[in-house]
């Protein structure tokens, strides 16, 4: 991506009122609209009453302009999509639903899919709240030791006439570094460690490297696997239960996900089908694509559209990977804590190791 595509999109999200919307009020607008419609209330006497009972400064402000469209005789849809409201996926639900008898229907769908993955970023971050406090921990008490006491007893270590171990050499000539230029070392550490993170994991031209990483790291790659399958089949099978066109289901299901390769993938499935060619063809012509679907899931897909019953054998492969997904959530923790254990043990042994080596050849030598 170039550098004006880069900040064409930053100027672009900075300036939609949409993106400044938290989860919260999106969650709040949602089931108040369901709600509402389900009820029998019209579309103005709906926005009027969520903009009353809305509490966040923003949220009445975009309702309001919702409102004022709508009374304008645009569309409800035109209207939400003017803002940046709602991601691809539910826009299209929407779109369908006014189309057609089912809006109060989707509309609930879409509330249902995001309590889903409301309750799964819940799971995950329960699951990583221990090692990640372990981590940070470990993190600050390695800088602290590095920067206070590591200078003052690597003096002490330089000034013995022993033959130092290579474990303690690298530690005095850390500690003689640390301690000349800490204040210029121990910042740029930081800023340099969180600075790759980000590059690695959030920016929008490398993140692929950092999600590859993750896709082979055990534990995270069935989380992240079943986690897709799960959502692949509820919304795939949802939007053909609509009555949405396949192509448009898989547009809004490669912009509903946030993994490269994922999209990648359904985008191949997309210009395929677009080819007229089958599933069966489409996943037959992609390297590696039991990697991302498994056969089995393939399978059912394939014999669903060559039955006429793809949505719902869609959607029994959502349900199953839902339930996977809960007992892989709870796991993770137990899966994490060994190879963060370990990792503070090498250091905790390295340690040891380079202070007590010393030591010993100390005592042996008075011997």
């Not at 007893?153 to 013995?160: A, E, I, Q």
């Given at each position: 991506m170039s550098q004006s595509n880069f900040f064409q999109r930053l100027w672009v999200k900075l300036n939609d009122p949409g993106t400044h919307l938290s989860s919260v009020d999106r969650a709040f607008f949602l089931e108040n609209l369901s709600t509402m419609i389900r009820s029998g209330l019209d579309m103005a006497s709906t926005l009027e009453a969520i903009r009353r009972e809305a509490k966040s400064a923003k949220m009445k402000a975009m309702v309001a302009k919702i409102q004022d469209d709508v009374n304008a005789g645009v569309s409800f849809t035109s209207a939400m999509a003017k803002y940046h409201f709602l991601p691809t996926y539910s826009m299209s639900l929407i779109k369908a639903g006014e189309k057609s008898a089912r809006f109060?229907?989707?509309?609930?769908?879409?509330?249902?899919?995001q309590q889903k993955d409301a309750e799964f970023r819940a799971k995950i971050k329960g699951a990583m709240i221990y090692p990640v406090i372990v981590l940070i921990v470990a993190v600050v008490v390695g800088v602290a030791l590095s920067w206070f006491v590591l200078p003052?007893?690597?003096?002490?270590?330089?000034?013995?006439?022993?033959?130092?171990?290579?474990?303690?050499?690298?530690?005095?000539?850390?500690?003689?570094?640390?301690?000349?230029?800490?204040?210029?070392a121990v910042p740029s550490f930081l800023a340099t460690f969180f600075g790759t993170i980000y590059i690695i994991f959030f920016y929008h031209g490398t993140r692929i490297l950092g999600q590859r990483l993750i896709m082979h790291t055990p534990g995270f790659k069935r989380v992240i696997l079943e986690s897709e399958l799960a959502r692949?089949?509820?919304?795939?099978?949802?939007?053909?239960?609509?009555?949405?066109?396949?192509?448009?289901?898989?547009?809004?299901?490669?912009?509903?996900?946030?993994?490269?390769?994922?999209?990648?993938?359904?985008?191949?499935?997309q210009t395929n089908i677009e080819l007229g060619f089958s599933f069966e063809q489409a996943f037959a012509t992609y390297k590696h694509s039991e990697a991302l679907i498994p056969a089995s899931v393939q399978q059912m897909m394939i014999t669903g559209e060559q039955t006429g019953n793809l949505a719902k054998a869609l959607t029994n492969v959502g349900l199953v990977y839902e339930k996977k997904i809960e007992n892989t959530t709870k796991n993770l923790s137990t899966l994490i804590e060994p190879m963060i254990l370990l990792v503070i043990f090498a250091g905790v042994m390295f340690l040891a190791l380079a202070i007590i080596q010393p030591i010993y050849g100390l005592l042996s030598g008075i011997k």
């Open positions: 109060a229907e989707n509309l609930a769908v879409i509330v249902e899919q003052k007893l690597m003096n002490v270590f330089s000034n013995l006439r022993v033959q130092m171990p290579l474990t303690t050499r690298i530690l005095i000539y850390l500690g003689a570094f640390i301690g000349k230029y800490g204040t210029v692949f089949g509820y919304l795939l099978g949802t939007l053909l239960e609509a009555g949405l066109p396949i192509l448009d289901c898989l547009e809004a299901l490669k912009e509903s996900s946030i993994y490269v390769d994922y999209q990648r993938l359904y985008a191949h499935l």
